[in-house]
């Protein structure tokens, strides 16, 4: 019933920008904490940032000063600036949200389809 769709990735060479978005769908009565998971082959999924329903906001500390999240409560949306992109960045980035969408359950995670971001050296 609720879907994430991501945008925004891609080819970016080291030390450039690239910006995410993810928007969710479908019948929703309320969503909680949002953030995106990244994860590079072999290895396993991390958080890279998180934003609470307060705006309260979490960051890996390997992208602390460099990314920032944010959201738009009116759109469902949430969006991940990326700034000074390193190789080490590569990877398939997946949006999150706990999503309120049924009577009977209450906040469940709903993930995005995954959008591959690669930075050349």
């Known amino acids: 019933q609720v879907q994430l769709v991501e945008s925004g990735g891609g080819l970016v060479q080291a030390g450039g920008s690239l910006r995410l978005s993810c928007a969710a769908s479908?019948?929703?009565?309320?969503?909680?904490?949002m953030g995106w998971y990244r994860q590079a082959p072999g290895n396993q999924r991390e958080l890279v940032a998180s934003?609470?329903?307060?705006?309260?906001?979490k960051y890996a500390d390997s992208v602390k000063g460099r990314f920032t999240i944010s959201r738009d409560n009116a759109k469902n949306t949430v969006h991940l600036q990326m700034n000074m992109l390193k190789p080490e960045d590569t990877s398939v980035y997946y949006c999150?949200?706990?999503?309120?969408?049924?009577?009977?359950?209450?906040?469940?995670?709903?993930w995005g389809q995954g959008t591959l971001v690669t930075v050349s050296s």
């Open positions: 999150y949200m706990e999503v309120w969408a049924s009577l009977a359950i209450r906040y469940r995670p709903v």
């Open positions: 479908g019948g929703i009565f309320s969503i909680s904490g």
């Open positions: 934003i609470s329903n307060g705006g309260s906001t």
